[in-house]
């Protein structure tokens, strides 16, 4: 670069699974690159920092959650929130990453300059004030929901006398044993929600407006822990990890192609857990198994509570709120102390930072996604939007190892921008980015960058087929331009090694 170097090769936002993904990719990978990372808040790990409702706990298992580069060594492959920010800690820890992390720093904007082609990013510091940071590249690991803000569905709640909480903001003085509790909600939150309440509350009412398609295992893999024990640890974790990720992928489209006999087996397996005589009405939805995502119960612990008479769950409509509960259509009344209202997140793009090009507002809704990593013609910027109907890290590891491909790819080229250049009459035929009709998905879909059909203009939701194109499609593609800054100086000779890869569990 002509002038100055910027302050890193590379800036990653946001120090959960993405950002820490992507700090050990690079030092696997691009170890001569620089890079930070920039944390808002105080703690790492992200979600499993945020979040402190009882029970909380991975919604998929951790031999697909988890990196593909570190084993998963717990018994359980359901985890809690405490193990899963142990395992993240742990790798932060082993490598180093921690000395790369500035906590407390929380994104506002930033603008990529493309003569000189560097990222100048606004940082909110802990003491509130504001400084400059540069970065050839802008990685964001900052998730997809609103941090700020959780999903208001517009209750007025103004007449109820007891407690309302948020799961996205639990309070830590929150006692809720001994007492009457209504869980508004039905997807995976208030799954969990629900049993963990259950087991010191009087009694936990599961209130839905319409049921939810759920499915039980486990909570203990046992042929994981049984291949564990006879064969290497990396071996017997790159076995359980291929073959959940081919379970994942056959129930999906089982679901999708063989509709009515998915809805049997679900059926069939809550008649053998709840018994003939129990009405499953509560857990009959009227859409197909995966037009939502279905919720994980684990060990059965919300079917048993509900065997145990300590929680229930009711379909209806909402009223209004009085002193001692909820009132729903039809007049009856749920009595409660507390209110969890788990009905939803609230969706958001690029961490909300106002992101510009050369001083010109980036609406990413006009942009198309490339690679489901990189976006068209934004250059020097990845983003991190995990699987819908497998596990977030699947793709957070796919696109750690392809912007690392690219890091190098340009250092042998003498390239310092990279773009996905899309032509203004490209003609693509576009597509629903989320194929699921859930509520946050729903609402969000005004905001969300456009898909196409055919890759790679698109975040599609097929793991195994984005892992053999990610891997067998050459980086100079024809599409993504390699390109030498306006302000830059002579190229430099290639590199005789750009970097090893970190070593693929799966």
Request: charged fraction near 25%.
């Amino acid at each position: 670069m002509a002038g100055t170097s910027p302050d890193f090769d590379v800036l990653i936002v946001g120090a959960g699974i993405s950002g820490i993904g992507m700090a050990a990719h690079m030092q696997a990978m691009c170890p001569d690159r620089s890079f930070a990372i920039v944390e808002r808040r105080e703690g790492m790990g992200g979600t499993w920092d945020l979040f402190r409702y009882p029970g909380v706990r991975s919604d998929s298992d951790m031999h697909t959650l988890g990196f593909s580069f570190e084993p998963w060594r717990h018994e359980k492959a359901i985890a809690d929130g405490p193990a899963i920010l142990d395992y993240l800690h742990r790798i932060v820890e082993e490598r180093g990453i921690g000395a790369h992390i500035r906590f407390g720093h929380r994104v506002i904007a930033a603008d990529f300059d493309t003569p000189r082609a560097r990222w100048q990013v606004t940082v909110e510091t802990p003491d509130g004030e504001t400084r400059q940071l540069s970065a050839n590249w802008l990685y964001l690991g900052s998730g997809y929901y609103d941090y700020d803000e959780a999903f208001d569905p517009g209750f007025d709640l103004a007449a109820f006398g007891g407690r309302v909480v948020h799961p996205q903001f639990w309070p830590a003085d929150l006692d809720h044993a001994g007492r009457r509790v209504v869980v508004i909600g039905s997807g995976a939150t208030a799954v969990t929600v629900v049993p963990a309440m259950a087991a010191t509350a009087a009694h936990v009412t599961m209130l839905q407006r319409t049921p939810t398609w759920m499915f039980s295992r486990p909570a203990k893999d046992a042929i994981a822990n049984f291949l564990r024990r006879w064969l290497p640890e990396r071996t017997a974790y790159r076995l359980t990890r291929w073959k959940n990720i081919r379970l994942q992928d056959i129930g999906y489209k089982r679901a999708k192609t063989k509709p009515l006999k998915v809805k049997d087996f679900l059926l069939k397996r809550l008649r053998r857990l709840m018994g003939e005589d129990y009405d499953l009405a509560p857990f009959t939805p009227p859409y197909d198994p995966w037009d939502q995502r279905l919720c994980l119960v684990p060990d059965d612990d919300l079917f048993s509570a509900i065997k145990a008479g300590r929680a229930s769950v009711v379909t209806g409509r909402i009223a209004g709120f009085e002193a001692a509960g909820v009132r729903l259509e039809g007049g009856t009344l749920l009595p409660a102390d507390i209110l969890v209202t788990a009905t939803g997140l609230k969706l958001a793009v690029a961490g909300k930072i106002a992101i510009s090009l050369d001083g010109a507002p980036v609406d990413f809704s006009r942009h198309f996604y490339y690679k489901g990593c990189m976006f068209s013609n934004l250059p020097n910027l990845a983003v991190v939007f995990g699987y819908l109907n497998a596990s977030w890290t699947l793709r957070a590891d796919l696109n750690a190892d392809y912007v690392c491909r690219v890091l190098n790819a340009m250092r042998g080229s003498g390239a310092d921008i990279a773009v996905p250049v899309l032509p203004v009459d490209h003609g693509l035929e576009e597509d629903d980015v989320f194929n699921l009709s859930s509520g946050y998905i729903q609402r969000a879909k005004a905001i969300m960058p456009r898909n196409a059909v055919n890759h790679p203009w698109r975040l599609s939701q097929e793991y195994i087929a984005d892992r053999r194109r990610m891997r067998r499609d050459p980086i100079d593609d024809g599409i993504l331009a390699l390109r030498q800054a306006q302000a830059s100086a002579p190229a430099p000779a290639p590199m005789a090694a750009p970097g090893a890869t970190l070593e693929p569990a799966e």
